[in-house]
Every structure is written in structure tokens, then in C-alpha cells.
């Protein structure tokens, strides 16, 4: 059973930062490609960045880039999502999620797992 867990949201002044962590268990996620991906209130959930488990590449969404950094730490089997110069629209609940092959995608319908999220809110 796959299990992802977040944690590391919180309130934030704009211009702050923060680190989200996602603890991934129940598989070896050798062949997974793990996501970020966030929802504010009255919006669809959005991609915001993803990264392959095994090799390391990285997507970001065009929103995002260059503030935000995806990285992972094989031995803790753990996701990070480093958020700098946060903007009050980046205000939503971020999710942690899996997608049972590395292939490329933007999409938010290609996830296999997902996390209970965690609530970023950045004040202006």
C-alpha cells in the first residue's frame, strides 16, 4: 500500500520561504516519477513540479520556475518542495503524489497516489 505523507506547510509572509516534505512508503518507488501539485480555493488542481525518482530529471510549471526547487533523498524515500519568493497566489493546498511510470507529464489526471495535502497560505 502506497502511502504519501506531507508535511511543512504553513503561513508565510510574502517574499518568505518554505520546504514541504513528502515521506513515500509501501514500494520501491525506483520507477515512479513523484509530483507536486497544488489547488486554491475555488480553482483545479494545478501540476507545479515533478521530478523522476530514479535519475533525478525535473519539470517545473512556468509559474513556478526559478522559486521553486523539487528534490528527493533516496535513503529517507523522501520528496522536497523548497519554495522561495512566495507570492500570495502561490495561497493553496499543495499534494504530494505518485505516477507509476517516469514518463513526462503536466497533467494532474496521470497520478496514481496521492497525499492528504498540506495548506500553504502566503500573506500579503
Known amino acids: 500500500q502506497v502511502q504519501l505523507v506531507e508535511s511543512g506547510g504553513g503561513l508565510v509572509q510574502a517574499g518568505g520561504s518554505l520546504r514541504l516534505s513528502c515521506a513515500a512508503s509501501?514500494?520501491?518507488?525506483?520507477?515512479?516519477?513523484m509530483g507536486w501539485l497544488r489547488q486554491a480555493p475555488g480553482k483545479e488542481r494545478e501540476f507545479v513540479a515533478a521530478i523522476r525518482w530514479s535519475g533525478g530529471s525535473t519539470d517545473y510549471a512556468d509559474s513556478v520556475k526559478g522559486r521553486f526547487t523539487i528534490s528527493k533523498d533516496n535513503a529517507e524515500n523522501t520528496v522536497y518542495l523548497q519554495m522561495n519568493s512566495l507570492k500570495p497566489e502561490d495561497t493553496a493546498v499543495y499534494y504530494c503524489?505518485?505516477?507509476?511510470?517516469?514518463?513526462?507529464?503536466?497533467?494532474?489526471?496521470?497520478?496514481?497516489?496521492w497525499g492528504q495535502g498540506t495548506q500553504v497560505t502566503v500573506s500579503s
Open positions: 503524489a505518485a505516477k507509476t511510470d517516469y514518463s513526462r507529464s503536466y497533467s494532474r489526471l496521470v497520478y496514481d497516489y
Open positions: 509501501g514500494r520501491s518507488f525506483s520507477s515512479y516519477r
